[in-house]
């Protein structure tokens, strides 16, 4: 009876821990993922911001010549 028990907890013990390492990768593809999003998101916002300030140049540019 004794082996018996052993052998379930030694079962146990391993499906659990793979299931924890799954989860775990899981997590890490998923954290992976939120990180490249904000990155791309930063990319898009300074994408944006330099567009501004270039229109702004421009406009100014173009203000100055008139006069």
Known sequence: ?????????????????AG?????????????EQAGDKAKDKAEDAADATGDAVEKAGDKIE???DK
Request: contains cysteine.
């Open 1 to 17: 009876m004794k082996k018996l028990t052993l052998l379930a907890l030694t079962l146990g013990a391993l499906s659990v821990g």
């Open 63 to 65: 203000d100055a010549t």
């Open 20 to 32: 924890c390492h799954r989860n775990t990768r899981e997590s890490a593809k998923d954290d992976m």
